[in-house]
């Protein structure tokens, strides 16, 4: 079982939003503004998309963006298009013995 | 342009080593804290490991503390695992990745597999 619960699944079709949500406790997404999130291809290396929860690293479409409320975290993506189809992955800082915590990870599918 | 290039991976039988590398390119290697996440067959990320930049300070996740050692060579630029007492759980493919500045992972290596079955 994962740190950070994340659903299995979501899916949309081009051009409409989504949102997968990210959800901890205080001592990570709650206690941090240090949530993460990461694109992964089938047979890639995971591609960072959001960091410290709302910023986008340079190159990094202007569709994805990140929030955080309380212990969930969340990521949109807007105006789907047929390369998002991937799998996302949240990250947290953790005061925990174990530095970073991941979710489960969510499958986009774009219908 | 930032380059990670991770080796090492391997099928060893339960109980027994590997090291994997992790090459890197294109960045002042020594300023940076390097990590190792894995992600076993069809499952999620994992983080494993986390080293400073000077080598001074090392960090682990439970499940392999006292089994796997991170290290680094400066001068050759590559990050270092060994992984000892290996496990069938331990089956995954390890990536290295660098964090330049926050509690984030800026960069990947593509992952080295290591299978452990006997």
């Known amino acids: 079982q994962s740190a950070l619960t994340q659903p299995a699944s979501v899916s949309g079709s081009p051009g409409q939003s989504i949102t997968i949500s990210c959800t901890g406790t205080s001592s990570d997404v709650g206690g941090y503004n240090y949530v993460s999130w990461y694109q992964q291809h089938p047979g890639k290396a995971p591609k960072l998309m959001i960091y410290?929860?709302?910023n986008r690293p340079s190159g990094v479409s202007n569709r994805f963006s990140g929030s955080k409320s309380g212990n969930t975290a969340s990521l949109t993506i807007s105006g789907l298009q047929a390369e998002d189809e991937a799998d996302y992955y949240c990250s947290s800082h953790t005061s925990g013995s174990t530095s970073w915590v991941f979710g489960g990870g969510t499958k986009l599918t774009v219908l | 342009e930032v380059q990670l290039v991770e080796s090492g991976g391997d099928l060893v039988q339960p109980g027994g080593s590997l090291r994997l590398s992790c090459a890197a390119s294109g960045f002042t290697f020594s300023s940076y804290a390097m990590s190792w996440v894995r992600q076993a067959p069809g499952k999620g990320l994992e983080w494993v490991s986390s080293i400073s930049g000077s080598g001074g300070r090392t960090y682990y996740a439970d499940p392999v503390k006292g089994r796997f050692a991170i290290s680094r060579d400066n001068s050759k630029s590559t990050l270092y695992l060994q992984v000892n007492s290996l496990r069938a759980e331990d089956t995954a493919v390890y990536y290295c990745a660098i964090r330049t500045q926050g509690y984030y992972f800026d960069y990947w290596g593509q992952g080295t597999l290591v299978t452990v079955s006997s």
């Open positions: 410290d929860v709302s």
